[in-house]
């Protein structure tokens, strides 16, 4: 991408996350980027594809925020919630919600190349639950994947409510990963009421 084509991509990421994506036209970040209309085009082709540019670019930089931190774990069943902690610093400069979920309320059409990549993003967070549950040995990967995720993207939406529901949430999925990672109980075997009674043979 070329230095007008950078600027261009940050000041549709600013604006679009501030102001929303249908509320902000291609003049606007042709001025708030210091190029022309021309230019715009000529390096994006259109608004959709400036659209999709600025999500591909904040999901690049999400996801590998994440696998820092689950690279920084100290044990497997702490990796699973990795993402949480990755929220918490995430939040700190967005301050407007998760900008995937405002891209999905905004673009409902599902063949819109940026709404693939807002889907995407939720459906790579799911696996990667997945992923890390079955390798910290928890039991039944897969639903634990779908009750973290409902919980981090609770979490995410109320965001902007100032509940602060990330702390009780990141709380809850370290209890659902410890439960979910503990060992059963061995079942014990069914006693026969009749072995009693039989004298060991010699």
């Known amino acids: 991408m070329t230095p007008a084509g950078r600027r261009i991509v940050a000041a549709a990421a600013e604006l679009f996350y501030n102001r929303g994506i249908t509320a902000v036209g291609v003049d606007l970040i ?7 209309k021309r230019t715009l085009y000529n390096q994006f082709g259109s608004k959709d594809h400036l659209v999709t540019a600025y999500l591909t670019e904040r999901d690049q930089r999400w996801r590998s ?107 809850l999925a370290r209890v659902l990963v410890q439960a979910s990672a503990s060992p059963r109980p061995k079942e014990r075997q069914p006693s026969c009421p009749d072995c009693s009674a039989v004298a060991p043979t010699s």
């Open 30 to 36: 042709a001025e708030y980027s210091g190029v022309t």
């Open 65 to 171: 925020l994440v696998r820092a931190a689950v690279d920084a774990a100290d044990t497997p069943a702490e990796a699973v919630t990795a993402p949480f902690e990755t929220l918490r610093t995430w939040s700190e400069t967005n301050t407007r919600g998760c900008a995937f979920i405002n891209a999905l309320a905004e673009l409902p059409d599902p063949s819109h190349p940026a709404y693939r990549i807002a889907a995407n993003q939720k459906l790579w967070l799911l696996n990667l639950f997945k992923e890390l549950a079955a390798t910290a040995g928890c039991s039944h990967p897969a639903t634990l994947a779908t009750r973290l995720l409902v919980l981090h993207e609770g979490a995410v939406a109320t965001q902007h409510l100032s509940l602060d529901t990330l702390p009780e949430s990141a709380d």
